[in-house]
């Protein structure tokens, strides 16, 4: 079969591109093949909205991307090879198909430890890990969160908002503090012990077994923790064995140009996979959905004959138990940190400022306005506001 356009990829990039592709092109044949069991789905939902809102149900998670676009999706389908010169690509069944313009979607996999994945130990990532833990958290009297960060500190919170007895693991000496300043960070970790969630602080995972329907962790402090279930959330490296293989250049990403083109003029990649040139914070990959909607439109429309750049810088956003925070830029304790709070620690500002007093990110906490302001002090290197 030829596909004006292909896409390989079936994540909330391949739902965007194809509407972003319909924009400029009413007609044109649209084919996604995705290795995913489901068709595209709105990811955040997995660690928010389907935890915390109980009228938001798995329905309402689709994005519902073939009726909308009237794209031919492929689902549990993996793509084996690209022939650049034929511009075919032939899958794992050894099926050939040709296309216009291909997109390489291909998104980013969970980092995982020497343990298997099964039923009780999850690398969570897709809505088949979703429904998994799910299960899970129905009978589990105690299931362990490995990771600190942005996916294990949203899990932990959902599980634990559900009645589930929760342990995080984090080498974070205070749970958070990576990103947020001292006193953010402590208060942060404190809502978390306050909800009954018992944090494992400044310890790494060595090794874990599965055993007599019970998980069991070592840890490198020489203790251990055990649990009916084990959720991962250690961070994604992006998939790019599949441009590798097809001779296009990569580093921590498909590196692609303005328009988000690989070396191969009818080859575009976009969403976690892509490493572009950001217009405000430089040469990046960037994992968050914001980045994926408005990348997924830009480059559906280059991929139509759309001549305009993608210039668009992404935030992203959290919440946890009853706080949330949008942020851009570089927000990392690696950097200085300067606190602006109305009440703290509850609503305030933290700006992140490199060694020249230049704002690189800016985080909102319980803030929900004043991103193209954040925006513009990283643009023009300006310091924080007095």
Same mark, same amino acid.
């Given at each position: ?18 509407? $972003? ?18 068709? @595209? ?57 040709? =296309? $216009?313009?291909? &997109?390489?979607? /291909?998104?980013?996999?969970?980092? *995982? ?7 009780? #130990? ?7 890990? =979703? ?7 129905? /009978?589990?009297?105690? +299931? ?10 949203? +899990? ?17 000496? #205070? &749970? ?10 402590? !208060? ?34 020489? !203790? ?20 590798? !293989? ?11 140009? *303005? ?57 992203? =956003? ?14 990392? /304790? !690696? ?9 703290? @620690? ?5 700006? =992140? ?34």
């Amino acid at each position: 079969m030829r596909y004006d356009y292909l896409i390989v990829g079936g994540g909330m990039v391949a739902d965007s591109a194809a509407r $972003g592709i319909r924009e400029r092109d009413k007609s044109g044949s649209i084919g996604i093949f995705s290795a995913d069991s489901d068709e @595209p789905y709105s990811r955040p939902a997995l660690s928010k909205k389907l935890w915390t809102d109980a009228d938001f149900g798995r329905d309402q998670a689709s994005l519902d991307t073939a009726s909308d676009t009237g794209a031919e999706i492929h689902t549990t389908t993996r793509v084996a090879s690209i022939d650049r010169e034929k511009r075919t690509v032939t899958t794992e069944a050894e099926d050939v198909h040709e =296309y $216009g313009e291909l &997109l390489l979607a /291909t998104g980013a996999s969970p980092v *995982e430890l020497d343990l298997a994945p099964s039923p009780r #130990v999850i690398y969570f990532r897709t809505f088949a890990d =979703y429904r998994a833990l799910r299960e899970q958290s129905r /009978t589990a009297s105690h +299931i362990v969160v490995v990771g600190g960060g942005y996916i294990g500190t949203e +899990i932990a919170s959902a599980l634990s908002s559900n009645g589930v007895k929760v342990t995080v693991v984090t080498s974070d000496p #205070v &749970l958070g503090s990576h990103m947020f300043p001292e006193s953010l960070a402590a !208060s942060f970790d404190k809502k978390f012990t306050d909800h009954g969630v018992t944090v494992r602080r400044g310890v790494r995972v060595t090794a874990g077994a599965e055993a007599s329907a019970r998980v069991q962790l070592q840890l490198d402090d020489g !203790s251990s923790v055990e649990a009916d279930a084990i959720v991962f959330g250690l961070g994604v490296r992006p998939n790019v064995a599949l441009a590798e !293989s097809a001779g296009l250049r990569t580093d921590n990403g498909i590196v692609v140009d *303005e328009f988000l083109r690989t070396e191969d003029p009818h080859i575009h990649a976009a969403g976690d996979v892509a490493n572009y040139p950001d217009a405000i914070l430089g040469r990046r990959r960037i994992e968050h959905v914001d980045n994926a909607n408005e990348m997924g439109k830009a480059v559906g429309r280059i991929m139509a004959g759309g001549t305009d750049p993608y210039t668009y810088t992404p935030y992203f =956003y959290s919440d946890v138990f009853d706080d949330g925070y949008q942020a851009v830029g570089t927000v990392s /304790t !690696s950097l200085r940190t300067v606190e602006d709070w109305q009440d703290e @620690p509850t609503e305030g500002t933290v700006y =992140y400022v490199d060694d020249s007093n230049a704002v690189e990110g800016v985080l909102m906490w319980n803030v929900w306005k004043g991103l193209d302001e954040a925006k513009q002090l990283i643009r023009d290197g300006s310091s924080p506001p007095a």
